[in-house]
């Protein structure tokens, strides 16, 4: 039995309970979203898959804890074992209970900023985003000298994460961030609801992908079009993974947007992309929990496609531990279809190398419902990943544990989307503009 309420000790107290075979007792700590999702018995298939291949437990090291907001804390405990190392990650919440746990390769580098970023070319402030008690924290970064600037909101894949998507040593959504604040677009991100309130959210059996993400990302566009360094009308929303499938959705629910950055947006219902996925991971690395994860995620997803799904189908036997109204939402949900009905220009992005949101099974419905439109540019990388990070050979799960970066042609094609770059002669004709009009102003004045 685990007692006080340090998330240090208590993540030390999971792993020593998890190497001496006490999967049961680690169970119990569990909050409700992470019990939906793991049981003892895939705890206990994980583990031993992994002591398989390293070997056995020789040392723990000192936890990392790094506050995620408030009431949440997520610690990372260095393991070593005979033939190499992982980290056991843990979230811990103010009443002790894990919200998340997953093993992780062993902790080697933090976050830097990459190479293109220019860090004095814009500034950043914390703002809050949206009101009452689902309100949440975010970043408004405003590049300096003369705007207004053109501004994007920035909405993360789907999960908890945090306004950065920090996943592993990475932070795409702060390498975008920062990479478009200093090619002159301001941008805000926010952690998501479901990362500030993780709780308050878990307990509503009724919300859904619209709660999780339309509220906030319209009150994101609004403070943005309020800002007085900032075009109004010129406020984006640029969306990753299921922040990309949502955006027309946002955009749909509040006018003013001006238009959409599509990043790795899947357009296949995601139950049934959730047992591809899983199935190709399991090629990539088979085993019993490979294979059980695909027998679990297969019945669940023939629970979404059912008829008799309803509001009350228990969570737990549904994909990720989403409710029956989260599902029911999603379902219903056509994001190509959503995104024909607006007359906005879009600039849908997809990696060559994305195993998750792919080519053949989500950018060809992007392709089909859209790319007859003159408004709508696509782009694929070739050597990109889901996260568009550069890169050569299949990719796996194992490469987002790996320090990198967002592809630097990304940016830069986000940046001159948002906002185009003058010709020569433009900024010639608009600098002598400026200089007869304040002529004339002198001439006035006398």
């Known amino acids: 039995m685990m007692v006080g309420m340090d998330p240090a000790a208590i993540a030390v107290a999971v792993v020593e309970l998890t190497r001496h075979g006490r999967f049961a007792e680690v169970e119990e700590r569990f909050a409700a979203p992470l019990r939906a999702v793991v049981s003892a018995q895939t705890l206990r298939v994980d583990w031993e898959s992994l002591i398989a291949r390293a070997g056995a437990v020789s040392a723990l090291g000192a936890p990392v804890s790094e506050p995620v907001r408030a009431g949440l804390v997520r610690v990372s405990v260095p393991v070593t074992c005979e033939r190499g190392g992982v980290t056991v990650v843990m979230s811990v919440d103010d009443a002790g209970l894990l919200q998340g746990l997953r093993l992780a390769p062993a902790l080697t580098a933090r976050w830097t900023p990459p190479p293109y970023v220019r860090r004095r070319r814009f500034d950043e402030c914390e703002v809050t985003v949206g009101s009452g008690s689902l309100a949440v924290p975010g970043t408004l970064s405003v590049p300096r000298g003369r705007g207004p600037w053109p501004g994007v909101v920035l909405l993360g894949g789907g999960g908890p994460f945090d306004r950065d998507g920090t996943s592993g040593p ?89 238009g959409l950055v599509l990043l790795a947006a899947d357009t296949e219902p995601m139950h049934r992309a959730a047992v591809r996925v899983v199935r190709h991971l399991a090629t990539v690395d088979p085993g019993p929990a ?103 050979g299949p990719s796996t799960p194992a490469d987002y544990e790996v320090p990198g970066h967002v592809d630097a042609a990304v940016v830069a094609d986000i940046a001159d ?28 004045s006398r």
């Open 417 to 444: 989307w948002l906002a185009p770059r003058r010709s020569p002669m433009a900024r010639l004709m608009a600098f002598t503009s400026r200089v007869v009009a304040f002529a004339g102003r002198i001439a006035v």
């Open 170 to 258: 990475n932070k795409p959504l702060k390498d975008l961030a920062w990479g478009l604040a200093g090619r002159g677009v301001a941008v805000l991100r926010f952690d998501k609801v479901t990362c500030a309130h993780a709780g308050q959210a878990a307990a509503r059996p009724d919300f859904t992908m619209r709660d999780e993400y339309v509220p906030h990302a319209v009150a994101a566009v609004h403070l943005l079009r309020n800002h007085p360094a900032i075009d109004g009308s010129r406020v984006h929303i640029a969306g990753h993974s299921m922040g990309g499938k949502v955006a027309p959705r946002v955009a749909a629910a509040e006018p003013s947007v001006a």
């Open 290 to 392: 490979a294979q059980a994860a695909v027998e679990t995620i297969t019945r669940q997803a023939a629970r979404v496609d059912s008829p008799h799904l309803s509001a009350a189908t228990p969570a737990a036997e549904l994909p990720f531990g989403y409710s029956g109204a989260y599902w029911l939402d999603l379902r219903d949900y056509d994001p190509v279809a959503t995104a024909a009905t607006l007359d906005k220009p879009m600039l849908i992005l997809q990696g060559g190398r994305d195993y998750q949101v792919t080519v053949a099974d989500d950018l060809a419905g992007w392709q089909a419902g859209l790319a007859h439109r003159p408004d709508v540019t696509i782009r694929v990388y070739e050597a990109d990943d889901h996260l568009f990070f550069p890169g050569s």
